[in-house]
């Protein structure tokens, strides 16, 4: 079975320049998480999406969004970029379905850069 | 709120040598899962081994071994026997069960260097 796939791996932009970054999961699995992950605040959740629907939302700016499509794939994009922006985007999936472990299985990441 | 707690920013090892790596938590969640992942320089995270709240046995999967202990709120990873492909980041993590949300809430990690 297929892992996680993010594309694409590698991305640099400029401030001010908005970013879609991809993420297909795991065959059969419904749920994708993104995290971001820096050296100084480590890793952080972004956001949650089920059934094309977000349900839960880290504590991120409004710049940051995504959305999930009818066949699980999910995108996340970064408005109006900053430098700070630079990170690892980790994406994540799991089967979700309610019972306690819902192992997360993740994706090799995005890394950006923004100068 | 959920918070981890890795106190070890690096850890040294020999070959074949075992060693634990240190993680305690903090929640008013009830029912909880616990989670350690590997990070290899190459960012992926790999997931190692699961402990759920309420599991009265400790967790094992090959040579990792999850030393948890409720009253203390800690989950340790154990590794027996360390190889050298064993050196890389590695996380613990967290998730609520109840909510039947799936955000994970991750240590500050803990990097792990195997020497010959």
């Known amino acids: 079975k297929a892992g996680v796939t993010q594309t694409p791996r590698y991305l640099i932009k400029t401030r001010g320049q908005q970013v879609t970054l991809s993420c297909s999961p795991i065959?059969?699995?419904?749920?994708v998480s993104w995290y971001q992950q820096t050296p100084g605040q480590g890793l952080q959740f972004l956001f949650e999406?089920?059934?094309?629907?977000?349900?839960n939302k880290g504590n991120f700016p409004g710049r940051f969004s995504g959305r999930q499509f009818s066949n699980s794939r999910s995108e996340m994009n970064v408005s109006t970029l900053e430098l700070g922006d630079s990170a690892l985007y980790l994406c994540?999936?799991?089967?979700?379905?309610?019972?306690?472990?819902?192992?997360?299985?993740f994706g090799p990441g995005t890394r950006l850069l923004v100068l | 709120a959920q918070k981890i707690t890795q106190t070890q920013p690096g850890m040294f090892v020999q070959e074949k040598e075992a060693v634990t790596l240190d993680c305690t938590y903090d929640?008013?969640?009830?029912?909880?899962?616990l989670f350690w992942y590997k990070q290899p320089s190459s960012g992926e995270m790999i997931f190692l081994i699961y402990?759920?709240?309420?599991?009265?046995q400790n967790a094992t999967e090959g040579r990792y071994s999850l030393n948890f202990q409720k009253a203390r709120k800690s989950a340790n990873l154990v590794i027996s026997a360390s190889q050298l492909g064993d050196s890389a980041m590695y996380f613990c993590?967290?998730?609520?069960?109840?909510?039947?949300?799936?955000?994970?809430?991750f240590g500050t990690g803990t990097r792990l260097l195997v020497s010959p």
């Open positions: 999406y089920f059934s094309e629907t977000q349900r």
């Open positions: 402990q759920g709240s309420y599991d009265e």
């Open positions: 065959s059969g699995h419904r749920s």
């Open positions: 929640t008013s969640d009830q029912s909880y899962g």
């Open positions: 994540a999936s799991s089967l979700a379905r309610g019972t306690a472990q819902e192992t997360q299985y």
């Open positions: 993590a967290m998730r609520a069960i109840n909510t039947g949300f799936q955000k994970l809430v």
